[in-house]
């Protein structure tokens, strides 16, 4: 496992790509898609706050291990939602 610090690192470098592509859809995309794309972009950043402070505070009860496996098959999951989303702006 990680690091608290590494997994923080990762997500939000992962979230500041996703946030890049949705800019640069924006410039390109419709009209129309300009508030899909709003949407995506905060979508973004309360995907990017979550999961952070959610690192910061591990469910009590739950062994580490498995809470931050679980944590990052979860934000995998959404990750690729999302991604899937702004590759269908185009």
Same mark, same amino acid.
């Given at each position: 496992?990680?690091?608290?610090?590494?997994?923080?690192?990762?997500?939000?470098?992962?979230?500041?790509?996703?946030?890049?592509?949705?800019?640069?859809?924006?410039?390109?995309? =419709?009209?129309?898609?300009?508030?899909?794309?709003?949407? %995506? +972009?905060?979508? &973004?950043?309360? *995907?990017?706050?979550?999961?952070?402070?959610?690192?910061?505070?591990?469910?009590?009860?739950?062994?580490?291990?498995?809470?931050?496996?679980?944590? =990052?098959?979860?934000?995998?999951?959404?990750?690729?939602? %999302? +991604?899937?989303? &702004?590759?269908? *702006?185009?």
């Amino acid at each position: 496992m990680t690091n608290k610090r590494t997994l923080k690192k990762s997500i939000a470098q992962i979230c500041e790509a996703m946030f890049t592509e949705c800019l640069a859809t924006s410039i390109s995309a =419709r009209k129309s898609s300009q508030e899909n794309i709003e949407a %995506l +972009i905060f979508s &973004i950043a309360r *995907m990017q706050n979550d999961y952070i402070s959610r690192i910061s505070h591990p469910e009590p009860g739950m062994p580490a291990k498995q809470y931050f496996k679980v944590l =990052r098959e979860k934000f995998a999951a959404q990750a690729s939602e %999302l +991604i899937d989303q &702004i590759n269908n *702006m185009y």
